[in-house]
């Protein structure tokens, strides 16, 4: 797995061994960041369910201006904390090893809210919608913000989801990638 764009471009990353994560693959992160490139420079960028840290660093190399990754695995937020080391990037990024609900909770008490935020929850354990409703509750999108979900595309998120309303779909394989904003 490597940074497909920006700063550290063609930097390999670190992953866990094992099935315990599925990284987003390098073909959908690129599409991702095709889609959001005039947005993507000086956002804050929240990454929840992150993994590897993939998505939130490829946003930081193509100039987010600050990231938070939100990982509960203990040994995976360290390969992320590890991936920033090695990307020198950790000045601008956060990692949380919280459970994604608390995380958001710490994030809300900060009144900080994000122009990006990506959920990729592990697939076909209906995460989505709650998570979702947790992020509008908690005011953590702005306004103009753009929430992205990453599902198995037989397994789509809804169209609508409290104010956050679908506006485009994009299917890369297995891969679904759903792009929310607030409705007008």
Known sequence: MRIIGGLVRGRNLKSPKGMSTRPTSDRVREALFNI??????????LDLFSGTGAVAIEALSRGAERAVMVEKDRGTAGIILSNLKLCNLTEKAEVLNLDTNRAISVLAAR?????????????????EVPTMEQVQRFD?????????????????????????????????????????????
Not at 36 to 42: A, E, F, N, T
Not at 144 to 170: C, F, H, M, Q
């Open 111 to 127: 009144k900080v809210p994000f122009d990006l935020i990506f959920i990729d929850p592990p697939y076909k354990k209906n995460f």
């Open 140 to 184: 953590l999108l702005v306004d103009n913000g753009i929430l992205v979900v990453e599902s198995d595309k037989n397994d789509l998120p809804p169209d609508d989801v409290g104010k956050l309303t679908a506006y485009r779909r994009e299917k890369y394989g297995d891969t679904a990638l759903t792009f929310y904003r607030y409705d007008s």
């Open 36 to 45: 959001l490139s005039p947005r993507v420079s000086g956002s804050y960028f």
